[in-house]
């Protein structure tokens, strides 16, 4: 299935935003593909540090939405998605914090590309680590599913791909082993929780498929930006990602050029603004609509 994913790799909670490569033929079920680091560790290992959540005050329960466009130009599609406070199945547990986001392609952008997409994230509210992430989507008929469970040193992935003629399932699993990786809820609440101190650079292993990648956050640092109608005071960051493939190696993005993240600079910390360089312009994830829930 040919894929121009840039609206499915924004939606959680607007990590980057970027094109995702072509998704590789699905295996039989017995078949189960295992990263493991290689020895010698790769250079990159070491200059992971985004590992554990900072003293920032947790955000609230809230419902977001955001639009998506093109150029500021055409308006391509819509992300919602909303966080509340869980209880833990195990009652000697931390609490969780559940994250749920749809997004759809709309307007002329629907016309040219029908896509829409589904997606659940549970994680520990002590240590921000991730505990599960589901995801699944529609792109122009064709569907297909993701079941990440992030466990002890390795994250675990199924993916259901569906014929759309004749309904036959499709099954891929992959694990992958590393012990610090994050999926997109939890990479962005962690990374709210820190100080952010311009010039510092915050690294993180991200999954938000079955497919990790690096992510390199850079702190530029503060400035006013227009949302809501109102001037807010930001903190803004450049946004690198690079694929990590199964040999440990890391392949670079050429239809990426820049990406970056406005960060509103506040008790709350939400994204406000997502902004990619990409090969035909660039694309954005602009907040429109914020909410705060009340808390069970």
């Known amino acids: 299935m040919k894929s121009r994913r840039w609206i499915n790799s924004i939606t959680p909670l607007i990590l980057f935003l970027l094109s995702v490569p072509t998704l590789s033929a699905a295996e039989p079920p ?3 593909k295992t990263n493991k680091i290689p020895s010698p560790t790769p250079a990159w290992i070491k ?7 900072g003293k920032q005050a947790p955000l609230k329960p809230c ?5 998506l466009s093109w150029n500021h130009l055409i308006n391509a599609g819509e992300v919602s998605m909303s966080m509340k406070n869980s209880k833990n199945p195990s009652s000697s547990g931390d609490p969780i914090l559940a994250g749920e986001a749809s997004a759809r392609s709309s307007g002329l952008a629907r016309l040219l590309w029908s896509y829409d997409c589904e997606l659940q ?14 995801h699944s989507e529609t792109e122009n008929g064709e569907s297909v599913s993701y079941q990440t469970v992030f466990k002890k040193g390795r994250v675990e992935t199924l993916r259901k791909e569906k014929n759309p003629d004749n309904g036959k399932i499709k099954l891929k699993k992959r694990t ?6 994050y999926d997109l809820l939890s990479s962005i609440l962690t990374l709210r ?16 498929f079955d497919t990790p990648y690096l992510v390199t956050f850079t702190v530029k640092g503060r400035e006013k930006r227009k949302y809501l109608g109102k001037l807010k005071a930001t903190v803004k960051l450049g946004v690198q990602v690079q694929k990590i493939n199964k040999d440990f190696s890391l392949k670079k993005y050429k239809k990426l050029k820049t990406a970056t993240l406005w960060v509103s600079e506040d008790a709350y910390r939400l994204p406000l603004e997502l902004r990619a360089d990409i090969f035909i312009g660039y694309v954005s994830a602009t907040l429109v609509e914020r909410e705060f829930l009340k808390s069970k």
């Open 30 to 32: 017995s078949q189960k």
């Open 47 to 53: 200059t992971v540090n985004l590992t554990k959540a």
């Open 63 to 67: 419902r977001v939405r955001y639009i």
């Open 121 to 134: 994230s549970k994680t520990n509210k002590t240590s921000l680590r991730p505990l599960s992430f589901d």
């Open 176 to 181: 992958f082993k590393y012990p610090h990786c």
């Open 193 to 208: 929780s820190l100080p952010l101190k311009k010039g510092e650079s915050l690294v993180a292993v991200v999954q938000p």
